[in-house]
């Protein structure tokens, strides 16, 4: 029944390793969107992507990159983990038409030591 | 996009309307006011959007002003599951469709 899901839920590793986070959406969306919460709580967006266009935030480290094998995923690849990139990782997902009612995920607590 | 400004927090008493506002002097013509919440430890949740009329729906009535420049998001009887951080957004739906978050308003209803 869950409509945006997220693996892990937790994730904790050292600096200097690579990751992947996992979203997936069983609502027929065909736009997918990565936002980070820092501590601070504010929300930012990262990407959004359908099979056309990829939208990077400029301030995106190109450590980060999303991967999308098909139109109910996009998974989030992070390499060179730094104790900055600690924070909570929200995918969400939408229709292209509209784009702003958006449907998030649970988030991924992502601690790097 | 319009910059929003909303009060940093609210209270409201459980089983009471909670009237949360925003204001968004610099809207242009083709931008909506989107309504988001998030509840602590989860995901943003969609409330409700408009452009120019009041809608309501079965989470929230939504007042838009006639000038557009302001908007109140109405919990008609709030609960203590509505205790959230309640972001209004604007934005128009023809651009890039990521979403800008503010600060928000936490609000907190209590018993």
């Known amino acids: 029944d869950t409509a945006v899901s997220q693996t892990p839920k937790y994730l904790v590793t050292q600096m200097g390793n690579d990751k992947s986070i996992k979203c997936e959406q069983n609502?027929?969306?065909?736009?997918m969107y990565w936002y980070k919460q820092d501590s601070k709580k504010f929300l930012k967006i990262m990407f959004s992507?359908?099979?056309?266009?990829?939208?990077i935030n400029e301030t995106v480290p190109n450590r980060f990159s999303p991967k999308s094998p098909d139109k109910a995923h996009l998974n989030l690849h992070i390499n060179s983990l730094e104790l900055g990139d600690s924070a909570v990782y929200f995918c969400a997902s939408s229709h292209h038409g509209t784009g702003l009612e958006q449907y998030f995920g649970p988030g991924t607590r992502l601690t790097v030591t | 996009d319009a910059k929003t400004t909303q009060p940093p927090s609210m209270d409201c008493a459980e089983g009471r309307a909670a009237n949360l506002p925003c204001n968004h002097s610099?809207?242009?013509?083709?931008?909506?006011v989107y309504w988001y919440r998030q509840i602590h430890s989860q995901g943003p949740q969609y409330i409700i959007h408009?452009?120019?009329n009041n809608e309501t729906n079965e989470m929230a009535s939504l007042i838009i002003t006639e000038d557009r420049k302001s908007s109140t998001l109405i919990l008609p009887h709030a609960t203590l599951r509505d205790t959230a951080v309640y972001y209004c957004?604007?934005?128009?739906?023809?651009?890039?469709?990521?979403?800008?978050f503010g600060s928000g308003t936490q609000l907190t209803v209590l018993p």
């Open positions: 408009g452009l120019k």
């Open positions: 610099t809207i242009s013509g083709n931008e909506y």
């Open positions: 609502l027929g969306h065909d736009t």
């Open positions: 957004i604007v934005r128009s739906s023809g651009s890039a469709r990521q979403l800008t």
């Open positions: 992507y359908n099979n056309k266009e990829l939208i």
